[in-house]
């Protein structure tokens, strides 16, 4: 549902309503960022950053035991990345995901952790009970 906000100079600005957390969880993606703009550990050029809104992609057993919201909200947001790289991908296709929270130009600076690389078939892949995106864990997800 959009609800459309007094008009502003800008034009106009639409606000989302939500019923409940999870449905508000999911995505935020910007970019491309530029080589310009910081070095980075991919083999692609086009590097676009991901936020999960309202959660974050890691779930497991002891979030379930968190507040009752937390699980459902932070698994929504790991659904949502795999369904948009699914529905965004060709077959034959690759992308890698890495995760870092600096910002700017340092925050490629720390390299990848080699011991927490992952790859993952998305025409096998089955999002179990547990899934966590690490910090300065590198995922390769192939279609």
């Known amino acids: 549902m959009q609800l459309l906000l007094e008009k ?3 034009g106009d600005k639409l606000m989302d309503i939500y019923d409940t957390e999870e449905d508000a969880a999911g995505l935020y993606i910007t970019g491309p960022i530029t080589r310009e703009e910081s070095s980075h550990p991919f083999r692609h050029p086009f ?3 991901v936020y999960p809104e309202e959660g974050s992609f890691e779930i497991n057993d002891e979030i379930k035991h968190a507040p009752p919201m937390l699980y459902h909200v932070n ?3 790991v659904v949502e990345l795999f369904k948009y790289l699914s529905s965004n991908m060709e077959i034959g296709e690759d992308v ?3 995760c870092c929270w ?3 130009q340092k925050r490629f600076s720390d390299a990848p952790k080699k011991e927490l690389d992952l790859v993952i078939d998305l025409s096998t892949f089955h999002l179990g009970n547990e899934f966590e ?3 300065r ?3 390769h997800v192939n279609k």
């Open 137 to 139: 864990q590198h995922i």
């Open 47 to 49: 590097v676009y950053q």
């Open 133 to 135: 995106w690490k910090e």
């Open 8 to 10: 502003y100079p800008r």
């Open 75 to 77: 698994k929504k947001c």
């Open 96 to 98: 890698e995901l890495y």
């Open 102 to 104: 600096a910002h700017g």
